[in-house]
């Protein structure tokens, strides 16, 4: 594609770049920027892919003077991830008590983040906070430079993004240092794939298996974020001659589907089997699961994180901020079979 990229020679693309790659008129570039009627669906859509590829955004001077009034901050979340909705009822609470408001654009199967993070670059946004993304470091860099951003249960080292998330190597040794000393000694772990936090949770199971002197019966599966990967590890292991104890799942939603298989095999939880969970979100405290978990304590992390947004919107430093995560024990773990 021909055009006027920020890359090159240093020059930052323009609208009217943007008019002459597409062949159309700079009006009408500004029709589709600023979301008015005017332009069809696939002019629309053109523009916008052109745009993003060019690296376009509207100019700066402008749009700080429009940030200046506008009290607003960009969140990406995924849909269908529950803790991801508790974050965002908390993140609304920290923002307006801060008289900033928040404007939201989701991730689901269907919608990719880098339309849900473009969608935010339209908006008024003073700040996007990105919870749990998987953006690849060019993209995060490059969304850096356009303007403040944070991650939410995510680690990076990119330069100039924010970063707040919870201790994962410290939650799963919490999870299993509680099912140890119930007396579990076989205990597996149905990691989250590579979801953000799932290298370091794997660490940790196996780094805290070993600190208890039971690595020889550590057993990591590969899972995910949903019910169906939970349940499909779940009946992996007890397919097992022996099957474990006790199961540490990746996330609360995993852990549903590992209760699910248990409950129609007509295992008792936590009589043969033990269950962790991981993210202390609403699923985890309905009443008929009541299920032990490691609580990142949503409120805190939202509260950091619009904090942390609105440091670099004022211009300070990006910095990491890691909490220690706890546990909160309810009806799914108890001691291992024919432990006293």
């Given at each position: 594609m021909t055009g006027v990229t920020e890359e090159a020679g240093g020059t930052r693309p323009t609208m009217a770049d943007v008019a002459r790659a597409a062949g159309i008129s700079t009006a009408l570039v500004s029709i589709v920027m600023r979301g008015v009627p005017g332009a069809s669906e696939a002019t629309r859509k053109r523009v916008l892919k052109i745009a993003d590829e060019m690296g376009y955004v509207p100019d700066q001077r402008a749009r700080k003077l429009r940030q200046s009034s506008s009290r607003l901050l960009g969140v990406t979340f995924e849909l269908q991830q529950p803790f991801h909705g508790d974050l965002v009822e908390q993140i609304y609470a920290a923002a307006a008590r801060r008289g900033y408001d928040v404007t939201l654009s989701a991730v689901a199967?269907?919608?990719?983040?880098?339309?849900?993070?473009?969608?935010?670059?339209?908006?008024?946004?003073?700040?996007?906070?990105?919870?749990?993304?998987?953006?690849?470091?060019e993209e995060l860099a490059?969304?850096?430079?356009?303007?403040?951003?944070?991650?939410?249960?995510?680690?990076?080292?990119?330069?100039?993004?924010?970063?707040?998330?919870?201790?994962?190597?410290?939650?799963?040794?919490?999870?299993?240092?509680?099912?140890?000393?119930?007396?579990?000694?076989?205990?597996?772990?149905?990691?989250?794939?590579?979801?953000?936090?799932?290298?370091?949770?794997?660490?940790?199971?196996?780094?805290?298996?070993?600190?208890?002197?039971?690595?020889?019966?550590?057993?990591?599966l590969a899972g995910g974020l949903t019910e169906s990967a939970g349940a499909q590890g779940m009946r992996y292991l007890l397919a097992r001659e022996t099957p474990p104890t006790a199961v540490v799942a990746f996330n609360d939603r995993c852990a549903t589907g590992v209760l699910d298989v248990l409950g129609r095999e007509g295992h008792a939880v936590p009589g043969e089997i033990s269950v962790v969970g991981y993210d202390d979100s609403r699923l985890a405290k309905f009443p008929h699961v009541q299920m032990t978990t490691v609580s990142q304590d949503a409120a805190r992390l939202a509260e950091a994180a619009v904090s942390g947004a609105l440091d670099l919107v004022a211009g300070r430093e990006a910095s990491e901020s890691v909490f220690a995560p706890h546990l909160v024990e309810r009806a799914t773990t108890g001691p291992a079979p024919g432990h006293p």
């Open positions: 199967p269907s919608r990719e983040e880098s339309t849900a993070v473009g969608a935010l670059l339209r908006e008024r946004c003073e700040a996007a906070i990105l919870l749990g993304s998987r953006l690849g470091t490059r969304l850096a430079r356009r303007g403040p951003t944070l991650l939410v249960a995510r680690h990076t080292d990119v330069p100039g993004v924010g970063v707040v998330r919870g201790d994962d190597k410290a939650g799963v040794a919490l999870a299993v240092d509680h099912l140890a000393a119930l007396g579990h000694r076989h205990i597996a772990h149905i990691d989250g794939a590579g979801a953000p936090g799932s290298s370091d949770r794997r660490l940790g199971f196996l780094e805290a298996m070993g600190r208890h002197g039971l690595q020889d019966s550590a057993e990591v």
